[in-house]
């Protein structure tokens, strides 16, 4: 009867119970792992290093408190000498919200709440889906190639929301029996999360590495990103297209496409207005992130072109800014923070040095930190996995920063395996047409598959 009652405790305070088990963890670990050589600072950071990837594992309290957190953490403790004997300056903790990052990754918002606002976005997956005609493995090709498109431009969360919701009348038809229902919403994030690979945008820890690298006075354009990452994206999209018609489309069923085609609205000319001035706005900024080895512009300065124009030519207003990814932008921030933390007080070399001593091969360091991107990103967040791993992996291999940051910035957007791995992944396993286990072809297709070509593809063009 005491084992019941401490079972239904744990289980009606499971976040309460994960955060005190976070804490204690963290006060263990770092006393076992401090050194007596270990400066004030560092025992600090390392505990804050134990306890955030602790939080962010167990998710006892929302991702972005855990940046908030942070960035409080590493002000109080190193700024105050209540804390600490010598004092830093902490400015650059504070500074992480003005980051370049954070400005490219709000151009991108900004953007993708203009398009939606606007419909641009279900416009043109309703087009496509007009355009692929009756066959299902056409439609999902279509559905797939649009996906990985918008996933590198907005949100992959969004893009999955969109054309899910513009997929449902045509998935409620099939019914959750049918095989051609699975692929199609298999398929989904399974582009989405692939599409994030393709720019700057499509995925946060694609910004975390380029801010990596800007501090390391190496600097990585718009232009540059999709060298490295539109082959992959498109590649692993088409691979799992591939996989997916041969496991679930054995045989051709037409699928008709009339009574699922939602009637238009009648458009306002004020309203045809703003879309063609966020088509404007978005093509410009395109046009500048595309050239920027000509101009010089970096990626970040450009994506002001959006932030100052859509409010001011009233496209977005009030309510529409309150509810970008602001929870996004601040769980950035504080991982910034943890890394700079992790660097500014020798940490980060100290362990770096460690592991560099034990003369592997370069090339086996870049599919073991690949895998680990690809298995942490899986149990926590990617742009937290990204924060921790970016730096590792920079100060272990400094001769191969651009490298090391490329490919676990890519290798974090190959985790599919769960339903919690991602929010695309939870998206499609929330229309209850689909079952865990359905979830284990894609995560396993990408998952294995995914880092092995992203290391052979960055050294082939490096």
Not at 110 to 120: D, G, I, N, Q, V
Request: net charge neutral; with cysteine.
């Amino acid at each position: 009867m005491a084992n019941l009652n401490f079972q239904s405790l744990i289980r009606n305070n499971k976040k309460i119970f994960f955060f005190i088990i976070s804490l204690l963890s963290a006060f263990l670990l770092t006393a076992v792992l401090r050194e007596a050589t270990y400066t004030q600072a560092q025992t600090y950071v390392l505990f804050l290093l134990i306890f955030s990837v602790g939080l962010w594992l167990t998710e006892a309290v929302p991702p972005f408190s855990v940046g908030l957190f942070i960035i409080a953490y590493l002000v109080l403790t190193l700024g105050l000498q209540m804390f600490i004997d010598t004092p830093m300056d902490v400015k650059v903790y504070m500074n992480t919200f003005s980051s370049s990052v954070i400005w490219l990754l709000m151009g991108g918002f900004f953007l993708a709440s203009a398009m939606t606002k606007t419909k641009l976005d279900a416009d043109l997956i309703q087009i496509t889906m007009k355009v692929c005609g009756s066959n299902p493995k056409h439609i999902l090709f279509g559905l797939m190639m649009v996906t990985m498109v918008f996933s590198m431009l907005i949100s992959n969360t969004a893009t999955t929301a969109m054309v899910i919701a513009a997929l449902m009348p045509l998935l409620l038809k099939l019914g959750k029996g049918s095989n051609n229902g699975k692929a199609l919403i298999l398929g989904i994030p399974i582009a989405a999360t692939t599409g994030g690979m393709g720019t700057l945008l499509g995925s946060p820890p694609n910004a975390i590495a380029t801010g990596a690298l800007l501090k390391a006075g190496q600097h990585m354009d718009f232009v540059t990103w999709i060298y490295y990452g539109l082959p992959l994206a498109i590649g692993l999209t088409l691979f799992a297209w591939w996989v997916l018609v041969r496991f679930f489309m054995k045989e051709v069923e037409i699928i008709s496409l009339e009574e699922t085609d939602q009637k238009q609205s009648e458009i306002s000319p004020e309203f045809r207005m703003k879309r063609r001035t966020v088509i404007v706005i978005l093509s410009i900024t395109l046009i500048l992130w595309l050239s920027s080895p000509l101009h010089q512009l970096s990626a970040a300065v450009v994506s002001v072109i959006p932030l100052v124009l859509l409010p001011l030519t009233g496209i977005l207003k009030g309510e529409d800014i309150r509810a970008i990814g602001w929870d996004t932008l601040i769980l950035v921030a504080g991982g910034l923070a943890l890394g700079t933390g992790l660097q500014e007080t020798g940490l980060l070399d100290l362990y770096a040095g460690k592991i560099a001593g034990l003369q592997v091969p370069h090339v086996v360091f870049f599919f073991l930190l690949a895998y680990a991107t690809m298995i942490f990103s899986n149990i926590m967040s990617h742009t937290a996995t990204a924060t921790v791993l970016i730096p590792l992996g920079m100060t272990i291999l400094p001769q191969y920063g651009v490298q090391v940051a490329m490919i676990i910035g890519l290798s974090a957007s190959t985790s599919l395996f769960l339903p919690v791995s991602t929010p695309p992944n939870a998206i499609a396993y929330s229309t209850g047409m689909i079952e865990q286990k359905d979830l284990r072809i894609g995560g396993s297709l990408i998952g294995l598959l995914g880092p092995a070509l992203i290391v052979l593809w960055v050294m082939l063009i490096s």
